[in-house]
């Protein structure tokens, strides 16, 4: 990873994430001289940490990275930071790639080779129809699911009876079950959203996490409560009526 500014003042910051160094290290060239600060990542995972962690106004992301590849950053930068600008660099323009790319969220698409005039060009159209927003990750819209509310901020959780703080996994696994009540999520699909990391069947640490984020919904007195759909994943259950309460639901 490298940073780099271009002068004292505030800039806008763009996030380059391409494993390529060539390639990284020429936009990295090209931007600090139009007047960007650049900061660079060569993996899916680094690239998604620091868009959803960073002080970044725009992502340049390549569709094909190690680990966690171009889409599904993509997809899950998009559900974190829905406003943050991202352009897809990549060598495949075929249509079922570039259909790929927008469900999960690209704004735009650049192929490569790229022409550098035009690719700046993109990028200060992009910046200027964001009018800033999602610049920082203190912009991430407050999420409110039945009684309970989550703050990006801080981290915490709130609801009828005071509020808790959530570990940065414990928030993240809440945030992606209620985005979508009722919902079953598939383990794998769980900890790859929000570990950001291939499901090994044998681990428990889903488990362990599930029964944190229980608790805390109980201290919280809510009523919203994680389910288990036994041999698939789990789903959260709001609504303002009675339900079961999480000591309740199968662990």
């Known amino acids: 990873m490298a940073e780099s ?90 249509r079922e790639t570039v259909l790929r790319g927008f469900e999960a969220g690209a704004d735009d ?36 699911g039945g009684d309970l509310r989550l703050d990006p901020d801080t981290l915490h959780l709130s609801g009828p009876t005071g509020s808790t703080a959530l570990k940065p996994k414990e928030y993240g696994l809440l945030e992606l079950l209620i985005s979508q009540p009722g919902r079953i999520f598939p383990r794998d699909e769980l900890v790859e959203r929000v570990w950001h990391q291939k499901y090994l069947p044998g681990s428990r640490s889903l488990d362990v996490h599930v029964r944190r984020v229980r608790r805390k919904l109980g201290e919280v007195g809510s009523r919203a409560a994680i389910e288990t759909s036994r041999g698939i994943g789990y789903r959260a259950q709001i609504s303002t009526g009675r339900q079961p309460t999480n000591e309740e639901r199968p662990a």
């Open 5 to 94: 500014t271009h002068a004292s003042q505030p800039m806008p910051s763009i996030l380059v994430v391409e494993d390529d160094p060539t390639i990284s290290d020429l936009l990295a060239y090209n931007l600090v001289r139009a007047g960007f600060s650049v900061r660079q990542e060569r993996s899916g995972t680094g690239g998604l940490e620091a868009a959803l962690t960073g002080a970044v106004d725009l992502v340049l992301l390549d569709l094909m990275l190690p680990g966690l590849d171009g889409v599904a950053a993509a997809r899950e930068i998009r559900r974190r930071r829905p406003a943050l600008p991202i352009i897809m660099l990549t060598a495949r323009s075929d």
């Open 109 to 144: 698409f650049v192929a490569k080779p790229f022409d550098m005039d035009v690719l700046l060009a993109r990028i200060r159209a992009r910046l200027r129809g964001s009018r800033g927003a999602g610049a920082s990750p203190a912009e991430r819209r407050e999420m409110i």
